[in-house]
């Protein structure tokens, strides 16, 4: 294809130059032989082949675009299931700019809420959950000490507390190297190893005496269960978090996300279940009347 479009371009510069030989031999002589000189350049560029793949593939860039740009963006964008909630942290928390990791630092000045924690460092996720299944996993690190549960929306913010079950808190607790469950009182939780990485499933479910709740944390690398809260609160339920003592660090990981393509079912496959039924009776009812009529 290359070596065919050098030879068309010589030719070209060929033909270019007997016409302007010919335009400075005089106007009599060009004049003569004009006829002969647009045969010349006529046939000098013939049509060019059609080569394959030419054309612009339109079908590849814009078929199913909007789900190729949202499949492209799940590499891009993450998802965190729970953000944490700034006019709730104590004085001493640090969040990061995209609400997911809290960080021990030094007091600040900050104007007074009854939504703060003013004596527990600890703040407590945006969004609260009464019903559904909801799951958030924490890098704890190695910090020596931090807190991780839920708690209730009424649940005590300034003043004294007890992170307990007894002032409405589901939560474990690292002191050290004993990891506590928040009950009234604490009492030790038996691990084999520290977990780096801890899972925490709300659950809401229901039973004949109504709507109860299990908050289970289990160790994220190996799916071990740490420890297991039922209760039967009625209100809404915050994820809360403490980092400790400075410098420590918790930080909420990014959730999986994925995206399922199913096929649309026909009209007879959406109501299979319907229709047999009624087929296998009129199909009966065809045969017993031809049975009749023979």
């Known amino acids: 294809m290359k070596e065919k479009t050098r030879r068309e371009i010589a030719l070209l510069s060929d033909t270019i130059d007997i016409i302007e030989q010919d335009m400075k031999a005089g106007n009599i002589l060009f004049l003569q032989e004009f006829e002969n000189t647009m045969k010349r350049a006529r046939s000098t560029l013939q049509d060019s082949e059609m080569v394959s793949g030419t054309l612009i593939d339109v079908a590849k860039h814009l078929g199913n675009l909007k789900y190729k740009v949202w499949e492209k963006m799940l590499s891009i964008v993450q998802y965190t299931p729970v953000t944490l909630d700034p006019n709730t942290a104590h004085p001493t928390l640090d969040l990061s700019e995209e609400l997911t990791c809290v ?4 007091r600040r000045r900050l104007p ?13 996720g945006t969004e609260g959950f009464t019903s559904g299944r909801h799951i958030w996993d924490v890098d704890v690190g190695d910090n020596a000490d931090w807190t991780l ?3 209730k929306e009424s649940a005590k913010r300034t003043g004294k507390l007890s992170l307990s079950t007894a002032e409405g808190f589901l939560a474990i607790q690292l002191k050290g190297e004993e990891l506590l469950a ?7 939780l038996p691990v084999s190893v520290r977990p780096q990485k801890i899972r925490v499933k709300l659950d809401w ?5 109504g709507r109860y709740g299990r908050v289970t944390f289990s160790d994220l690398s190996n799916g071990a269960c740490i420890h297991t809260f039922e209760h039967r609160h009625k209100e809404k339920l915050f994820p809360i978090f403490s980092p400790g003592r400075h410098p420590g660090r918790l930080q909420i990981l990014p959730g999986m996300v994925s995206v399922k393509v199913e096929e649309q079912e026909s009209f007879f496959q959406k109501y299979r279940d319907l229709l047999l039924p009624i087929l296998l009776i009129a199909f009966a009812a065809i045969i017993g009347l031809t049975v009749k009529r023979d």
Request: glycine share 4%; with cysteine.
């Open 149 to 151: 549960g839920v708690a």
């Open 205 to 209: 479910q229901s039973d004949v005496d």
């Open 103 to 106: 960080q021990a630092r030094k």
């Open 112 to 124: 007074a809420s009854p939504e703060r924690f003013d004596r527990c460092a600890c703040v407590l």
């Open 182 to 188: 928040l009950t009234s009182p604490a009492r030790p």
